[in-house]
């Protein structure tokens, strides 16, 4: 039996989020129409007279983004206000709007950078973001579409909201691939850990390190979970790097940096001895995004000598040990340890070294810019029928300035296993420099549903070596490319993908800034 209070606070509710939803849909409606006229407008305007002024370019650009802005806002309001009629527990597990509130987070801190910064290779990095943050919202409400009433709206909004974005990204690459700049002339030395301290941060004993917290599930440090210690540095940081010390231990919670916890960096005793446990995924009712043993999206996030693991199992579908979202991200003599979706590269820069990841389904994938470099790359024996792909690299849209690149790695699988398939349609993963054993199936990639992406992807391979190197027997579709030239294949080391040359020096991390010789 259902009291009357509780129908009528239903019936409230109900009327409250359908009056929110309808003045939603109307305010973006009547909007959308003259912003997309005006991002057009300006992108026309510029197509035409190509000899326009940088400031007036520059004036339209970041009009356009201003725009994009005000959506966003608008659209974190309605999401905000969509999880405040939700606050159950277990609606909480399945809401997908929570999801699009912290993505949107994430989006207004990048477009509002992008209006007061002068570097054209951070500015296409977080514009690429922004788009894979509202493609990601879109992803989390298809798949719980079924159990959530109030999606409608949001995927409404979420895609409004992509299309301007989209248009900004395409104004923003038309401008950068001519001679004149969209941007300022005068470069900036990069912002991220460049603190003298900060300079070994990755090579240094951990007794050497000026530690903030020490993690113990012994009681013998300042916290005992990994969580108290990220709350505690978040509310006494002065801006700086924070060093969190996890001692030789198992902890089983599962860790969330958001957007505005920047300069995190977690250390552990080293790989196997300290471990992160955690166990959600599709299966048990979480979204993708939220299936994370570990989630960085602060920026300048490090992690090193730690072992992060998601124990779901192989049959548990999704279910994610380490997400990166962080832009100029390390990770660092770690262990990614999975089965479907292991290592989830959100978005921005990131830059993996000495790192082993293991998986089954699609166990690297994500649309960021990274490099996988020396990491040790192992497929395990997958369920009865199913099939191993190291990766699924997901760009949807070519004027992202992101790939996968996996150089000078180790990839072996206890089955056979192919180096990837695209799961957006511009997904472009290049494989070089690396040892593939056996393992390796001879057509090396595998498509995703017929022909998709098939003639847009971009695949390919350089100088590997090992019996499943061979590209002989390889695939044949159009953005499939066997064998790079030297010109090309520099284009993804970390010195010009990444520019990690610029901010990976501060970290004290060992890496190769071109191609190994």
Not at 294 to 309: C, H, K, L, N, S
Request: aromatic share 8%.
């Amino acid at each position: 039996m259902v009291s009357s209070s509780a129908i009528s606070n239903h019936r409230i509710t109900k009327t409250l989020i359908t009056l929110l939803i309808l003045n939603f849909l109307y305010l973006f409606q009547t909007t959308s129409a003259v912003t997309k006229t005006n991002s057009y407008s300006h992108f026309s305007r510029f197509s035409r007279h190509q000899s326009s002024s940088s400031s007036r370019t520059k004036q339209g650009f970041l009009a356009s983004v201003q725009e994009s802005m005000n959506h966003a806002l608008r659209a974190r309001s309605l999401a905000f206000n969509l999880t405040l009629s939700h606050r159950t527990a277990e609606l909480h597990i399945v809401d997908p709007i929570h999801d699009c509130l912290e993505l949107l987070d994430d989006t207004i801190e990048m477009l509002s950078r992008i209006t007061s910064s002068d570097d054209e290779e951070d500015v296409h990095t977080w514009l690429s973001a922004t788009l894979t943050n509202q493609d990601t919202c879109e992803q989390s409400l298809q798949e719980k579409s079924n159990s959530y009433n109030h999606g409608i709206a949001m995927d409404f909004v979420a895609r409004n909201l992509s299309g301007l974005l989209t248009n900004v990204l395409e104004l923003f690459v038309s401008v950068k691939s001519k001679p004149q700049r969209l941007l300022s002339e005068h470069e900036h030395f990069p912002r991220f850990v460049t603190s003298s301290e900060d300079r070994r941060l990755l090579e240094a004993p951990v007794e050497e390190l000026k530690i903030d917290a020490v993690v113990a599930a012994d009681g013998s440090g300042t916290h005992k979970t990994v969580g108290e210690a990220l709350l505690a540095t978040s509310l006494a940081s002065s801006g700086g790097r924070t060093v969190i010390h996890l001692k030789a231990g198992t902890y089983k919670e599962n860790i969330n940096i958001p957007t505005k916890q920047k300069n995190v960096m977690l250390v552990g005793d080293g790989k196997g001895r300290t471990v992160i446990v955690g166990s959600r995924s599709n299966r048990g009712g979480y979204t993708t995004y939220k299936t994370a043993t570990v989630a960085a999206m602060g920026d300048g996030f490090i992690a090193r000598d730690i072992t992060i693991v998601n124990s779901a199992g192989p049959s548990s579908e999704q279910a994610v040990a380490l997400r990166v979202g962080a832009d100029k991200s390390v990770v660092y003599r770690c262990s990614i340890e999975g089965y479907q979706d292991s290592l989830y590269t959100h978005s921005k820069r990131q830059f993996y070294r000495d790192t082993d990841i293991t998986g089954t389904v699609d166990y690297i994938f994500g649309n960021s810019a990274a490099v996988l470099q020396s990491c040790n790359i192992v497929a395990r024996k997958p369920l009865s029928g199913q099939t191993n792909f190291v990766t699924a690299q997901g760009r949807s849209n070519p004027g992202q300035n992101t790939g996968i690149s996996i150089q000078n790695c180790k990839i072996t699988a206890q089955s056979t296993t192919y180096l990837g398939r695209p799961w957006k349609e511009y997904s472009r993963t290049v494989v070089m420099q690396s040892f593939l054993d056996g393992s390796i199936h001879p057509s090396g990639w595998s498509p995703w549903s017929g022909g998709f992406g098939l003639k847009t992807l971009f695949y390919a391979e350089f100088g590997n070596s090992g019996p499943g190197s061979s590209v002989s027997g390889r695939v044949k579709w159009a953005g499939y490319h066997s064998s790079l030239t030297v010109k090309e294949a520099e284009g993804f080391t970390v010195a010009n993908f990444i520019g990690g040359t610029m901010w990976l020096p501060s970290t004290g991390v060992s890496f190769d800034s071109g191609l190994v010789k």
